[in-house]
C-alpha cells in the first residue's frame, strides 16, 4: 500500500471523492467522520496528584516506620509515636516533590496544535476550530499559520514551511504538490507533506488531511512520550536494594527477639513491644532517602550557579556520574547553526575567510594576506548579497538573521569585505524566489553606476554549471566539479554564484527562468560551513578521556556529519557513520550493534531516536540524549537523562527532559558529568557512613534484650541519632571535593554494585565498635552509680561523636589525618551545627524531656570523647592494613 506522499494527485482525487479541490467535503460528511473518528486533539491525561502522593508510601522502609508508629501508640509513648509519624510524613514530602516538579510534556504537545484552520466544505473557504478537522478536509495554508493536521500538499505557491522542531531541518522547507515515487523517505524528505505544529514561513497552498490527533508525526511522538515510563537511576535502585536488604534483615532479627524473649518472659508485653520497636527504628536507616536528596539538592544549587543547568529531577544529578553514552543532535547542539562562507574560488583565485558566525568581522585573505577588491571579486560579493531575501540584523550587540542560514552567510561575507555602512550600486527590481525544483534564486537589478541590467543567480553548482556551459562552450566543466567535490568531502556545503547582462536594448520588468538558461558567466564558488563550537573541541577531549562516548544523530548527509565528526575529535579513532534508511533494515541485535560501533547516525527520523537510545541501553549504557525539537521528546524521555538546550529548546523538549542546559552550551557537559561524578562518590560515602550508626544501634538494642537487659535506648533517641544528627553531618559531604583523577576513569558499569567486599566488611566492624563502646560506656557508668537516663545520655553522644570522628576517616581514601586541612569551612560549620544542636539535646529542659536525657558533666564528655576518638583511629587502622596488604 502506498504512503501519502507515494500518492499522485489523481489518486488522491479518486481517494476522497473529490473533483475539485475547492469542493471540498461537505459539512454533513465531515460531521460524519468526526463523529466516527473523533476530535482532532491530541489527549492528556495526567496522573492525579493524590496518587503521586500515596505512591510514596508504597516503600517497605516507610511500611516498618508506619507499623512503629502504630505500636508505639498501641503501648502508650505518644511521644515517640509522634516523632516516628513525622519521619513517615518528611520523607514522602520528599518524594512527592521531586515526582512533581516537572511539567507534563505531553500537554506542551497539546498547547502546539493549531487552534484554527481555513478550509473548504461545500464549496467554500471558511474557518473552522482545528479540533472539528476531519480526514479528508482540504486546508487552505498562508505565510504565519499553524498547520493543523498532516497535510499531503497538492497546490503550493513558493510555499515554505519551518519544521526544525519535528524533522531537525534547520532551513524552511520549499512544500511541492509532486508524488514521490520512492517507497523509502525520511521525515525530512517529504516535500510533498505538512506536518502538525509546523509553522508556514511564505508563500500559500492547498493540503488535504490525512491524519488527525495520535495519527498525526506530532501525534505519534505524543503517545510515545505517555508510553515510556520513568525509571529509576542506578544510584537509586543501589539505595533501594540497600534499603530493602538492611530492612529484610531488621524484620527478620526482631520477629526472632520478639519470639525469644516472649518465650522466655524476659519481659512483659507492653516493654517487649517497645524494646522490638526500638530494634526496628534504629536499624532502619530513616535518613537514607533524606541525606541523599540534601546532597543531590546542593549539586543542583551549585550546578544552576556555575553551570547554568537547570536540573528538574534530582536523581538526574547522579546519573550525570553514570553516563557511558551521550546522544546529542548536531546543528547548533555540537556546530553553531550558523552558516559562514570559509573558502572562495573567484576564477582561479582561491581566497580564505576569517571569521565566523553572523557577525560581520573577519576577512577575506588571499595567501595569507588581506586580498585586493578586484573587480571579479566585488561582482562575486554582490551577486552573494543580490540574489538573496534574507536580511541581517544586529539587536543588542548581536547579529542575527531573518531567512535562510545560506543566505545569511552571503550577507555577513559581503559586510565582512565592505563594510556594515556600505550602499549598494545596484537597486533591485525582481526576485525569482528559490525553488527545489530549480535550486538557485536569482534576482534582476538595475546598476546606477552603468545604468545596466544585471541578474544574479546563487544556487546548486550543477544548476548553474549548466548554465555557464550555454554561454561558454570552452566551460571547464571538470575543474569546477573537482572543487566541488573536494569541499563536499570535507563537510562543507558548495553554493556557486554567477550573472548575466542583461543587453542594453533590452529592459526587463521580471527575471524568469529562460533568461538565466539562456547562458550566465560564473563568477565561482562558495564553501559554506555550520563552524563546530570550539569549546565542544575540548569538551569531547575530556569525554574521551574520561571513557564517555559521543553520539551525533543528525538529518544531515552522512559525508558532512562524519566530516564535522572528525573536525570536532568526536571519537580517537575512525569515524563509522550510518543512515536511517540503514538502520531500519537491521535487527533488533544489529541495531544494539550498530549503536556501539558507529558514531555517526545521518538521515534519521525521531523513531530512530528512540530506537538509538533503546539498543545503547539494551547494551547496559547508561545514555543521555541531548536534543531540542519535539522530534526529540521520546528519546529524551526514553534516555537515562534527557537534556534539553535552554534557548532555542522547544517547550516539549523541556518538559521531557531531566535538565535543561540555560546558555544551550554542550561543553558544559563536561563540567556536569565530572559534578555528577563527585557527588556519586559523595553519595556512596554518605551512605558508607550513615549505615553502621544504624547497624551498632540495632546491635545494642538487641544484646540488651537477649541478656535480659533494660533497653538503653529509647525510639525518639534513635530517630534522632539517625535522622537529625545523620542529615546535619552528612551536609559535610555535599562540600567534598573531586577526587583528582575523576576524569581519568571510566564510568562505572551498570551492573557494580554500590559497596564490595571491603566495604561490607567496615561496615561491619565500624558497627560492632561503636556498640561495643557504647554498651561499655553504659555499663561502666551505672557500675559508677550513675542512674539510667544519665548512662543512656553518655551513650547517645558517644555514638554521634563516633559519626563525627568516623567522618573525619571516611571521607577520604587517604589518611584522615592528613587530609584535615582539606575541609571545607563550610564543613567544619556544620560540624561545629552538629555539636551545638547534641549540647542543645543534652542540657536544654525541654529536650531533655521529649528525648529523656539529661546534663553531663567534664569527666563524662572525655569519656566519651576517647571511645569516639578509638573509632577514629581503628578506621584509619584499617587503611594502613590496606596500604601493607596491596603492596
Not at 538557485?440 to 554549471?465: M, R, W
Not at 573541541?537 to 562524519?562: C, E, F
Request: charged content about 20%; overall charge negative; aromatic content about 8%.
Amino acid at each position: 500500500m502506498k504512503e501519502n506522499y507515494q500518492l499522485s494527485l489523481n489518486e488522491l482525487k479518486q481517494q476522497f471523492g473529490l473533483h475539485d479541490w475547492t469542493d471540498g467535503l461537505t459539512n454533513q460528511e465531515a460531521q460524519r467522520l468526526l463523529d466516527n473518528n473523533g476530535s482532532n486533539a491530541i489527549e492528556v491525561k495526567p496522573t492525579p496528584k493524590w496518587k503521586i502522593f500515596l505512591r510514596q508510601y508504597n516503600n517497605i522502609v516507610i511500611y516498618i516506620l508506619l507499623a512503629a508508629t502504630l505500636l508505639t501508640i498501641l503501648i502508650g509513648h505518644y511521644t515517640d509515636a509522634i516523632v516516628i509519624a513525622a519521619v513517615v510524613v518528611l520523607n514522602s514530602l520528599i518524594g512527592y516533590f521531586q515526582e512533581t516538579s516537572a511539567a507534563n510534556a505531553l500537554a506542551k504537545i497539546k498547547e502546539m496544535m493549531a487552534q484554527h484552520a481555513t478550509v473548504y466544505r461545500d464549496g467554500q473557504r471558511q474557518d473552522i476550530n482545528a479540533t472539528d478537522l476531519v480526514v479528508g478536509d482540504v486546508v487552505f495554508l498562508e505565510a504565519g499559520d499553524n498547520v493543523p493536521a498532516d497535510l499531503r500538499i497538492v497546490s503550493a505557491d513558493n510555499l515554505r514551511i519551518e519544521e526544525s522542531s519535528l524533522t531537525g531541518e534547520t532551513n524552511s522547507v520549499i512544500k511541492t504538490s509532486d508524488d514521490i515515487t520512492d517507497p523509502d523517505v525520511p521525515l525530512a524528505d517529504r516535500v510533498n507533506m505538512a506536518f502538525a505544529s509546523t509553522s508556514v514561513t511564505s508563500g500559500s497552498g492547498l493540503g488535504i488531511v490525512v491524519a488527525t490527533a495520535e495519527q498525526t508525526e506530532i501525534g505519534k511522538i505524543s503517545q510515545e512520550v505517555a508510553q515510556i515510563k520513568a525509571k529509576k537511576t542506578p544510584l537509586t535502585k543501589e539505595i533501594d536494594h540497600v534499603g530493602k536488604v538492611v530492612s529484610y534483615i531488621t524484620i527478620v532479627a526482631s520477629v526472632i527477639i520478639f519470639v525469644i524473649g516472649f518465650f522466655l518472659k524476659i519481659y512483659s508485653l507492653p516493654t517487649l513491644a517497645l524494646a522490638v520497636v526500638a530494634m526496628l527504628v534504629g536499624a532502619i536507616p530513616e535518613g537514607l532517602p533524606a541525606i541523599t536528596s540534601v546532597i543531590l539538592a546542593f549539586g543542583i544549587s551549585k550546578m544552576a550557579k556555575l553551570y547554568n543547568t537547570i536540573i528538574k529531577s534530582m536523581p538526574a544529578v547522579e546519573t550525570l556520574g553514570s553516563v557511558d553514552v551521550i546522544a546529542t543532535d548536531k546543528t547548533g547542539t555540537l556546530t553553531k547553526n550558523e552558516m559562514s562562507a570559509t573558502e572562495l574560488w573567484v576564477g582561479d583565485q582561491h581566497y580564505d575567510v576569517t571569521g565566523n558566525g553572523y557577525a560581520p568581522v573577519g576577512k577575506i585573505r588571499l595567501n595569507d594576506s588581506q586580498a585586493t577588491l578586484t573587480d571579479n571579486l566585488k561582482l562575486f560579493l554582490e551577486a552573494g548579497y543580490q540574489a538573496n531575501d534574507t536580511s541581517l540584523i544586529e539587536k543588542d550587540g548581536k547579529w542575527h538573521i531573518n531567512g535562510e542560514p545560506t543566505d545569511g552567510a552571503f550577507l555577513t561575507l559581503y559586510r565582512k569585505a565592505l563594510g556594515v555602512d556600505y550602499q549598494s550600486d545596484f537597486d533591485p527590481v525582481d526576485l525569482l524566489p528559490f525553488d527545489s525544483d530549480y535550486r538557485y534564486i536569482a534576482e534582476l537589478t538595475f546598476n546606477q553606476a552603468d545604468n545596466q541590467q544585471y541578474i544574479f543567480v546563487k544556487g546548486s553548482p550543477d544548476k548553474l554549471f549548466e548554465m555557464a556551459q550555454k554561454a561558454d562552450p570552452n566551460f571547464d566543466l571538470d575543474k569546477w566539479t573537482n572543487r566541488v567535490n573536494k569541499w563536499s568531502d570535507e563537510g562543507k556545503r558548495v553554493i556557486a554564484v554567477g550573472y548575466r547582462k542583461v543587453p542594453a536594448n533590452e529592459s526587463l520588468a521580471e527575471v524568469q527562468h529562460e533568461h538565466l538558461y539562456a547562458g550566465i558567466t560564473l563568477l565561482g564558488i562558495a564553501a559554506l560551513l555550520d563552524e563546530p563550537r570550539p569549546e565542544v573541541i575540548a569538551a569531547l577531549k575530556t569525554m574521551n578521556t574520561a571513557g564517555v562516548s559521543v553520539k551525533m544523530i543528525t538529518g544531515d548527509d552522512p559525508k558532512t556529519a562524519s566530516a564535522i565528526g572528525e573536525q570536532l575529535g568526536l571519537a580517537p579513532g575512525k569515524i563509522n557513520a550510518i543512515t536511517g534508511s540503514q538502520w531500519d533494515k537491521l535487527s533488533a541485535d544489529a541495531q544494539a550493534d550498530a549503536a556501539e560501533q558507529n558514531q555517526v547516525f545521518a538521515r534519521t527520523t525521531p523513531q530512530n531516536k528512540l530506537e538509538i537510545i533503546n539498543a545503547l541501553q539494551s547494551k547496559n549504557k547508561i545514555t543521555a540524549m541531548v536534543g531540542d525539537g519535539v522530534n526529540d521528546a521520546p528519546a529524551l524521555k526514553q534516555a537515562d537523562i534527557g537534556v534539553a538546550m535552554g534557548i532555542k529548546g522547544t517547550d516539549v523538549a523541556k518538559d521531557s527532559a531531566d535538565m535543561i542546559l540555560g546558555d544551550d552550551n554542550f561543553a558544559t557537559m563536561a563540567a556536569i558529568i565530572k559534578e555528577g561524578r563527585r557527588i556519586y562518590d559523595n553519595i556512596k560515602r554518605s551512605i558508607l557512613f550513615l549505615l553502621p550508626t544504624s547497624f551498632a544501634e540495632g546491635l545494642v538494642v538487641a544484646f540488651s534484650l537477649l541478656t535480659g537487659q533494660r533497653v538503653p535506648l529509647q525510639p525518639s533517641q534513635l530517630l534522632w541519632i539517625n535522622l537529625i544528627s545523620a542529615i546535619t553531618i552528612q551536609f559535610a559531604f555535599v562540600f567534598e571535593p573531586a577526587a583528582k583523577d575523576i576524569m581519568k576513569r571510566a564510568p562505572h558499569p551498570v551492573h557494580q554494585r554500590l559497596m564490595n567486599r571491603h566495604d561490607l566488611i567496615q561496615i561491619g566492624y565500624v558497627s560492632a565498635l561503636m556498640a561495643i563502646f557504647a554498651l561499655i560506656g553504659y555499663d561502666w557508668f551505672i557500675r559508677g552509680g550513675a542512674d539510667v537516663i544519665n548512662a543512656t545520655t553518655m551513650m547517645v553522644n558517644t555514638i554521634v561523636l563516633s559519626k563525627i570522628f568516623y567522618f573525619f576517616s571516611i571521607r577520604t581514601n587517604d589518611y584522615g589525618i592528613k587530609t584535615l586541612g582539606g575541609i571545607s569551612k563550610n564543613a567544619w560549620g556544620v560540624i561545629a551545627l552538629m555539636i551545638g544542636l547534641q549540647l542543645i539535646l543534652t542540657y536544654v529542659p525541654f529536650m531533655q524531656t521529649i528525648f529523656h536525657v539529661e546534663g553531663l558533666n567534664i569527666i563524662e564528655w572525655v569519656a566519651v570523647m576517647i571511645f569516639a576518638i578509638l573509632i577514629f583511629i581503628l578506621a584509619e587502622l584499617d587503611k594502613l592494613i590496606m596500604v601493607v596488604r596491596h603492596r
